[in-house]
T-cell receptor
Framework: QKEVEQNSGPLSVPEGAIASLNCTYSDRGSQSFFWYRQYSGKSPELIMSIYSNGDKEDGRFTAQLNKASQYVSLLIRDSQPSDSATYLCAVNMEYGNKLVFGAGTILRVKS | DTEVTQTPKHLVMGMTNKKSLKCEQHMGHRAMYWYKQKAKKPPELMFVYSYEKLSINESVPSRFSPECPNSSLLNLHLHALQPEDSALYLC???????????FGSGTRLTVV
């Protein structure tokens, strides 16, 4: 079982729609969860962090965490073509105190 | 200053060369990291420095040698690399190891 799993996509959504990205993780002791956005040829950019169960909203982005189900998600409302990128879920693993990335989900927003 | 600065941005080196990658941050972060990213793959952790001491080495070959001269600087010394080591090398820093990481723009390394 991979430590952090994501559907690689691509996930295609029309402009203005809600994009929903999902991630599961294996380490039940993990406490810190992050979403990074990476444009082709660029480095990852932190867009959301979440530490407790529930929802966290920042502008058009909402991160959701369910530790019992070991599940993290990212919702992007009013998706724009500029949101087209790879979204990386990252989990800080308690046992190694290190950040492990999922394989990433490619998001394509069509205008 | 909220940036992590990496130099050089691009590097081409032969298999017998010795080169170094540099990383600098002035955010007062006490944890710094090296990641390696191949095309269409996620970043893979190589090394973690916490308070200038190496705390994690992810079984990286000895041809990669990290160094943390002070709390703001992180180097990665390269020697006798192989073509399969060609990748984007990312430096990151964080306030604590449980915090979100800030990544530099990376060094794109090509080994010929």
């Amino acid at each position: 079982q991979k430590e952090v799993e994501q559907n690689s996509g691509p996930l295609s959504v029309p402009e203005g729609a809600i994009a929903s990205l999902n991630c599961t993780y294996s380490d039940r002791g993990s406490q810190s969860f992050f979403w990074y956005r990476q444009y082709s040829g660029k480095s990852p950019e932190l867009i959301m962090s979440i530490y407790s169960n529930g929802d966290k909203e920042d502008g058009r982005f909402t991160a959701q965490l369910n530790k019992a189900s070991q599940y993290v998600s990212l919702l992007i409302r009013d998706s724009q073509p500029s949101d087209s990128a790879t979204y990386l879920c990252a989990v800080n693993m308690e046992y190694g105190n290190k950040l492990v990335f999922g394989a990433g989900t490619i998001l394509r927003v069509k205008s | 200053d909220t940036e992590v600065t990496q130099t050089p941005k691009h590097l081409v080196m032969g298999m017998t060369n010795k080169k170094s990658l540099k990383c600098e941050q002035h955010m007062g972060h006490r944890a710094m990291y090296w990641y390696k990213q191949k095309a269409k793959k996620p970043p893979e952790l190589m090394f973690v420095y916490s308070y200038e001491k190496l705390s994690i080495n992810e079984s990286v070959p000895s041809r990669f040698s990290p160094e943390c001269p002070n709390s703001s600087l992180l180097n990665l010394h390269l020697h006798a690399l192989q073509p399969e080591d060609s990748a984007l090398y990312l430096c990151a820093s964080s306030h604590k190891t449980v915090s979100g990481y800030t990544f530099g723009s990376g060094t794109r390394l090509t080994v010929v």
